[in-house]
């Protein structure tokens, strides 16, 4: 099977440098920021700050979807396509990080319309930076494919990203709820969060422009002609790319209901107004469960690489998302009194959802390559648009199932809670996400390419590059 790779400036022997990792993880610390006040603080302010029910927010998130699912693809063809001086992905950093910004902010402004109206906006605004989403993030997800053919670098890197995306995550975290408090001082709550998304913006932007400077597209297919319907259809019929996005799917699924449940269980469960003050940084109690995740998520990416050289991407994948599911049920049993006991089961399950990040975009760069080798065509874009569309997929069906199950909970924002919404909040945080972390495990049994299968695949391609 020919190949249609040459690797220019980098081997599989040769290291990508300290400053490349750094600047291609400063993208993820873009995405992540945005990413992480959307997929902790979105519904909640769609609910209790823009003003819309939790049904009609579960509806939105996936009615959206159906075009979103479209998009990716879209965006993977079209950057595959792309042929310019900078390569085919860096362009789109450049191009997308101003509009990435603007179109975050516009999402968490509040017009003053009806309710009917204002879900039309919100139907609008989250539409659009779900479509500027994937302007950047496909094609910053399809890089990594392209900085290096070498399968240790490329997990080396993973690891890097998810690093910086969890300190993006942290920062967000941290920081978020007291600029919001910060704003409130002088403004309304709503300009207060529109307020908060403008510093995050410019933040985001910035770093975007950095990834671009400094980083390198070296893995570039040799001259191809284009075959849209071939590639697709190659795609249709990639086995392991179907079992990574379903596995993809269900791990973000198991995040984003927790990461969407999670304010509002501790101010309806909990229910407990406390600061806890750090190094002059002064936390709700909520804020400090989500940077104890988001640590903890950190700890399991810079572990992944070692863990996985010696297990293996797909053995360690499945061990940790079957910890994280045990670890959940076991949450469900705690009361509002354990809080001690909630942050340890907090910091042990994000510790092992951690892990399974960086492994999951390395197995997607294996995938690619795998492609090539049984088909003879390379289409990295299209095939890494699936990462993003199963994290979009994932988020958004996490999110629909997150507004459905707190109106199917009897919830009503800014009232006393039930003791069935308590109950679902429990559900919410335990139980329902861990059978998402279950259906992750049992795509895996599926996947076959291992370490020595990839190794036979990374040889042949080289052979066939060479003759």
């Not at 873009?30 to 823009?50: E, G, I, N, P």
């Not at 109206?117 to 950047?136: C, E, F, Q, W």
């Not at 909990?270 to 400090?288: Q, R």
Request: a positive charge; aromatic letters at 14%; glycine letters at 6%.
């Amino acid at each position: 099977m020919a190949t249609l790779t040459e690797v220019k400036s980098i081997d599989q022997h040769e290291k990508v440098s300290l400053r490349e990792k750094v600047a291609y993880g400063l993208g993820d610390a873009a995405s992540s920021t945005f990413w992480k006040m959307f997929s902790m603080y979105m519904l909640f302010f769609y609910t209790d700050v823009f003003g819309i029910s939790a049904a009609a927010v579960g509806t939105m998130f996936l009615v959206t979807r159906i075009w979103d699912a479209i998009n990716d693809p879209l965006m993977g063809i079209l950057s595959d396509k792309t042929t310019t001086r900078f390569g085919k992905f860096r362009p789109y950093l450049l191009l997308m990080a101003i509009p990435f910004g603007l179109v975050g902010i516009l999402t968490f402004t509040t017009p003053d319309l009806s309710e009917s109206n204002k879900i039309i906006y919100a139907y609008i605004t989250y539409t659009l930076m779900m479509m500027v989403y994937t302007g950047i993030n496909v094609p910053y997800s399809s890089l990594l494919g392209v900085i290096t053919s070498n399968p240790k670098e490329r997990t080396s890197l993973a690891s890097y990203r998810f690093i910086f995306a969890f300190a993006g995550s942290i920062l967000v975290l941290a920081t978020a709820e007291p600029l919001v408090k910060f704003f409130e001082e002088s403004n309304t709550p709503q300009v207060a969060w529109q307020s908060t998304m403008t510093v995050f913006a410019i933040f985001t932007t910035v770093l975007f422009f950095l990834t671009f400077l400094g980083t390198k597209e070296r893995v570039k297919p040799k001259k191809q002609k284009t075959n849209t319907l071939q590639d697709l259809k190659n795609l249709s019929k990639n086995k392991e790319w179907f079992i990574m996005l379903g596995a993809g799917v269900s791990c973000l699924i198991f995040n984003s209901i927790r990461d969407g449940a999670s304010i509002y269980y501790f101010k309806y469960f909990i229910a407990s107004e406390s600061n806890l003050e750090f190094f002059g940084i002064s936390l709700t109690l909520s804020s400090l469960f989500l940077v104890i995740g988001q640590l903890s998520n950190l700890v399991g990416v810079v572990i992944s690489a070692s863990v996985a050289n010696k297990m293996g991407k797909r053995n360690t994948f499945m061990m940790a998302m079957v910890s994280a599911a045990i670890l959940s049920f076991m949450f469900y049993l705690l009361s509002s009194d354990q809080l001690v006991l909630i942050y340890i089961l907090q910091a042990g399950i994000s510790l092992f959802a951690g892990m399974v990040f960086p492994l999951m975009w390395s197995m997607y760069a294996d995938i690619a390559d795998y492609s090539e080798y049984k088909t003879g065509r390379r289409s990295t874009g299209l095939i890494f648009s699936s990462s993003s569309m199963s994290q979009k997929m994932g988020w958004t069906l996490g999110g629909a199932l997150s507004g459905w199950l707190l109106s199917y909970f009897g919830f009503e924002a800014n009232t006393t809670a039930s003791q069935e919404t308590i109950n679902g909040l429990k559900m919410m945080l335990s139980i329902i996400p861990a059978i998402g972390a279950i259906l992750s495990v049992i795509f895996l049994t599926r996947y076959k390419l291992t370490e020595s299968f990839m190794t036979d695949v990374q040889k042949s391609l080289r052979e066939e590059n060479e003759s």
